[in-house]
């Protein structure tokens, strides 16, 4: 039997007894079963839809996850969530790569979204970061016990960082340093208002981003507790440069875009990023005729950083878990590391990655300005899933991710 034609008959609606009876390819509704026929015509139509079902229950079950389940899985959820594109990629241990684009990449222009097309990252790009990093420890450029100090000492906003004396880079990594966040400080909301009133948009350098952690006093003991923090990040990417030499864009594509063939990974250095899809922001659409954002993305840099899309995303984590980019020994000291709740025993956060069910899932999101992304490694049955949509929000793509994952497993 066709399981696409399967598929295709679930949709199919029967009347019986001027009442529509919609068929759900879960269960059956049980008025079918009891209601009075009145011709043979209908008997004849109504078995037949029965046999249909029982056949879609039965073979939909060991169905493989394919573009149209994708598709048909992806549609409503985009629709009922009012996104204006939903987008997301599958990869099996054998290599099997499933896709799906929903809804529109540009709304106004009324622009199909695809599979190719860049969305800034958001802090997807954290796991990048982290993993370039551990590829300098490795090399011995660094060590995960250094000193931060042993590298950013004489930048101007060192001494004032709480902790500042016993941040090490392993602490950087797991947001277990202490610092605070840049987003949640009065002095980033006020300037945000300033900077876009006066000058029609919001961008801050790095060193103003990583001040507005200065000056406080630390959340926590060094290594004591959890804090997300992408100033903490950014004073992480300054480590980087200091301790290589180098610029940390040209540093993540020589060491992991160009070797894993992340082709469609681009770093956001310039305000008007080429080929990315419009994000959108409570409707509003957030590029500019000039292609520039209202939120500079150039200021995000190590915090995130980066245009990718769900098909890059899923080849980057399946390759990191399977030993393709960093040693077996060095994820697992990715995803085992980091201060750990012992009330919270079922999730915490690693060397940029979170690590959750337990610890049989690595997974990271994302957030930029009009954009959500999200990537989940199974370790037990090596499964990949990212999804990725142009609106940002209260859209929760782990639960996406959720279902995907059980149609694929």
């Given at each position: 039997?066709?399981?696409?034609?399967?598929?295709?008959?679930?949709?199919?609606s029967?009347?019986?007894?001027?009442?529509?009876?919609?068929?759900?390819g879960v269960?059956?509704?049980?008025?079918?079963?009891?209601?009075?026929?009145?011709?043979?015509?209908?008997?004849?139509?109504?078995?037949?839809?029965?046999?249909?079902?029982?056949?879609?229950?039965?073979?939909?079950?060991?169905a493989?996850?394919?573009?149209?389940?994708?598709?048909?899985?992806?549609?409503?959820?985009?629709?009922?969530?009012?996104?204006?594109?939903?987008?997301?990629?599958?990869?099996?241990?054998?290599?099997a790569?499933?896709?799906s684009?929903?809804?529109?990449?540009?709304?106004?222009?009324?622009?199909p979204?695809?599979?190719?097309?860049?969305?800034?990252?958001?802090?997807?790009?954290?796991?990048?970061?982290a993993?370039?990093?551990?590829l300098?420890a490795?090399?011995?450029?660094?060590?995960?016990?250094d000193?931060?100090?042993?590298?950013?000492?004489?930048?101007?906003?060192?001494?004032?960082?709480?902790?500042?004396?016993?941040?090490?880079?392993?602490?950087?990594?797991?947001?277990?340093s202490?610092?605070?966040d840049?987003?949640?400080?009065?002095?980033?909301?006020?300037?945000?208002?300033?900077?876009?009133?006066?000058?029609?948009?919001?961008?801050?350098?790095?060193?103003?981003?990583?001040e507005?952690?200065?000056?406080?006093?630390?959340?926590?003991?060094?290594?004591?507790?959890?804090?997300?923090?992408?100033?903490?990040?950014?004073?992480?990417?300054?480590?980087?440069?200091?301790?290589?030499?180098?610029?940390?864009?040209?540093?993540?594509?020589?060491?992991?875009l160009?070797?894993?063939?992340?082709?469609?990974?681009?770093?956001?250095?310039?305000?008007?990023?080429?080929?990315?899809?419009?994000?959108?922001?409570?409707?509003?659409?957030?590029?500019?005729?000039?292609?520039?954002?209202?939120?500079?993305?150039?200021?995000?840099?190590?915090g995130?950083?980066?245009?990718?899309?769900?098909?890059?995303?899923?080849?980057?984590f399946s390759?990191?878990?399977?030993?393709?980019?960093?040693?077996?020994?060095?994820?697992?000291?990715?995803?085992?590391?980091g201060?750990?709740?012992?009330?919270?025993?079922?999730?915490?956060?690693?060397?940029?990655?979170?690590?959750?069910?337990?610890?049989n899932?690595?997974?990271?999101?994302?957030?930029?300005?009009?954009?959500?992304?999200?990537?989940?490694?199974?370790?037990d049955?090596?499964?990949?899933?990212?999804?990725?949509?142009?609106?940002?929000?209260?859209?929760?793509?782990?639960?996406?991710?959720?279902?995907i994952?059980?149609?694929?497993?």
């Open positions: 039997m066709d399981f696409v034609f399967l598929r295709d008959f679930v949709r199919l029967i009347r019986i007894n001027s009442r529509e009876v919609a068929w759900s269960r059956l509704v049980p008025s079918v079963l009891d209601s009075p026929l009145h011709n043979r015509d209908t008997m004849v139509r109504t078995r037949l839809s029965l046999i249909f079902v029982a056949l879609l229950l039965s073979q939909g079950k060991a493989k996850l394919d573009e149209d389940l994708l598709t048909e899985l992806l549609t409503p959820i985009q629709i009922e969530q009012e996104m204006p594109g939903l987008r997301a990629a599958v990869l099996y241990s054998d290599g790569l499933i896709q684009a929903v809804g529109l990449a540009d709304v106004e222009n009324n622009i979204l695809d599979h190719d097309i860049g969305m800034p990252g958001g802090s997807t790009g954290k796991s990048f970061a993993t370039l990093v551990m300098l490795e090399d011995g450029t660094l060590t995960l016990d000193l931060a100090s042993d590298w950013v000492s004489d930048e101007s906003w060192f001494k004032d960082l709480p902790n500042h004396e016993d941040i090490r880079v392993h602490h950087l990594l797991s947001h277990s202490g610092l605070s840049y987003p949640s400080t009065t002095r980033y909301m006020v300037l945000s208002i300033w900077r876009a009133l006066r000058h029609g948009g919001i961008r801050f350098t790095r060193d103003e981003l990583i507005m952690a200065a000056n406080k006093k630390p959340l926590f003991p060094v290594g004591e507790g959890f804090a997300y923090s992408d100033s903490g990040y950014l004073v992480l990417g300054k480590v980087i440069e200091a301790a290589t030499g180098r610029d940390y864009y040209e540093l993540i594509q020589d060491r992991v160009k070797p894993q063939n992340l082709h469609q990974v681009r770093p956001q250095n310039v305000s008007a990023l080429p080929n990315i899809a419009p994000g959108y922001t409570r409707g509003a659409r957030n590029l500019r005729k000039d292609g520039t954002m209202k939120v500079d993305p150039i200021s995000e840099w190590t995130g950083g980066l245009v990718t899309n769900p098909t890059m995303l899923v080849r980057f390759a990191l878990a399977g030993g393709a980019i960093v040693k077996p020994e060095t994820f697992e000291s990715m995803k085992n590391s201060w750990q709740d012992p009330t919270s025993p079922d999730w915490h956060y690693g060397f940029g990655l979170f690590v959750t069910h337990h610890g899932v690595v997974e990271h999101g994302g957030l930029w300005m009009g954009y959500r992304s999200h990537v989940r490694h199974y370790l049955d090596q499964l990949t899933i990212a999804v990725q949509t142009n609106r940002d929000g209260s859209i929760n793509l782990e639960a996406i991710v959720d279902q994952a059980k149609r694929a497993q």
